[in-house]
């Protein structure tokens, strides 16, 4: 593809611009898009280009004239961009951190989807014989008989060294 202003070069630098929804394609050789006074940064980081990308939306103007937050313009991820706006739309994150960086707000979302648990316990193989599913449901309960002796819930104890002594 030849340069739209030089018509001589290879057009190495293809800028893409949206306006008011109209989508506009240049294509330029390195030199006549230094002469137009674009500058050209090789090899980007990605979070930069993100970043960048989404601080240009955050704001939009309304109809009388007024900048109003644009939709996603609240707390984002540093690391990919991800707002909880943007999970309410599509519920899948963009990155691990934003377990942390949303925690507090997701932390009901999980537990919910998982009948009141927070952290992954694992399953147990439906092919997996009787002795062994005992074995590990013993092991999950001396678990939790530790943890509630630690929190000193004696109540909750005294009922898990019964079920305990039930399946032993």
Do not use: W
């Amino acid at each position: 593809m030849l340069c739209e202003a030089c018509k001589e070069r290879t057009a190495t630098i293809h800028l893409t611009e949206v306006n008011n929804g109209q989508r506009s394609e240049t294509h330029l050789c390195q030199q006549c898009a230094h002469q137009q006074g674009l500058t050209i940064k090789s090899q980007i980081p990605l979070n930069e280009l993100l970043n960048t990308l989404l601080s240009t939306q955050t704001e939009k103007t309304t109809g009388d004239g007024e900048t109003a937050p644009a939709a996603g313009s609240e707390h984002a991820c540093p690391v990919c961009g991800m707002t909880l706006r943007r999970f309410a739309k599509k519920p899948l994150l963009g990155c691990p951190h934003d377990y942390t960086e949303f925690g507090a707000e997701l932390m009901p979302l999980i537990e919910k989807s998982q009948n009141g648990k927070s952290h992954h316990c694992g399953k147990v193989p439906s092919r997996t014989n009787e002795q062994d599913r005992n074995q590990i449901e013993l092991a999950k309960l001396h678990r939790k008989l530790e943890q509630a002796v630690k929190n000193e819930d004696y109540e909750n104890a005294a009922k898990l060294r019964d079920q305990i002594q039930a399946l032993q």
